[in-house]
């Protein structure tokens, strides 16, 4: 099946810094990809949804010079926290979609996002 | 927004025995996925359900939709401890490509 990998798997940082977090396609070309946030023991809630070679589309709520999304390639998405304080801790997950009409998205293992 | 709400929220189970997951929603789907997600993993898929369709299966796992009720169940049979994990149902809200998740079923299948 598809493989889509994150990396880091775990961070921790400093409040004030800026944090970034990868996302690739290993086996396939993803057109789309998706960052979502999940909370402890709580579901995941989509961030912005990102079509390479365009900027991201933000979901309401989520602040796009807050969390920059960047889909340069096909098989690589990136999600830089700025400027991070202790509430964007986090389980950061991506997902990718082979084509506009896939169905299925694949997801990452996810990022484990520590603010001190 | 939250569209997909799985009831239980947690099902505690023998090994053996088999686990009902439901999953409501409320706005009109394409198609219908459950994930499961193993503690501070990622999601893996586990079966889509079209909107024409009424059941399907794959393996030990029986997904039913009730377009009418806007209402999906998981179903795993004879349950592993391996099963033990947390499930979710995502729905492509209005038809668009983005997936709304639930709250998740958290499953815990005791050996």
């Known amino acids: 099946g598809a493989v889509v990998s994150q990396h880091p798997s775990r961070v921790i940082c400093k409040s004030g810094t800026s944090v970034k977090i990868e996302c690739r396609s290993l086996?396939?070309?993803?057109?789309?990809m998706f960052w979502y946030r999940q909370f402890p023991k709580q579901s995941l809630m989509l961030m912005a949804t990102s079509n390479e070679g365009s900027k991201a589309t933000y979901e309401q709520g989520v602040e796009k010079d807050k969390f920059l999304i960047n889909h340069a390639s096909l098989t690589l998405s990136t999600l830089t926290v700025t400027s991070a304080h202790p509430e964007d801790s986090s389980f950061y997950i991506c997902?990718?979609?082979?084509?506009?009409?896939?169905?299925?998205?694949?997801f990452g293992p996810g990022t484990r996002l520590l603010v001190l | 927004s939250q569209q997909g709400e799985e009831d239980p929220q947690a099902l505690s189970i023998q090994e053996g025995e088999n686990a009902t997951m439901n999953c409501s929603y409320k706005t009109s789907i394409n198609n219908l996925q459950w994930y499961r997600q193993n503690s501070g993993r990622g999601l893996v898929h586990l079966i889509l359900i079209r909107s024409n369709e009424r059941e399907k299966h794959s393996g030990r796992l029986r997904v039913t939709l009730d377009t009418s009720k806007k209402s999906s169940s998981l179903l795993i049979t004879a349950s592993r401890a391996a099963d033990t994990a947390s499930y979710f149902c995502?729905?492509?809200?209005?038809?668009?490509?983005?997936?709304?998740f639930g709250k998740g079923t958290k499953l815990t299948v005791n050996p």
């Open positions: 995502a729905t492509d809200e209005g038809g668009s490509e983005k997936l709304v």
């Open positions: 997902s990718a979609r082979e084509g506009l009409f896939q169905e299925t998205q694949y």
């Open positions: 086996d396939f070309q993803a057109t789309t």
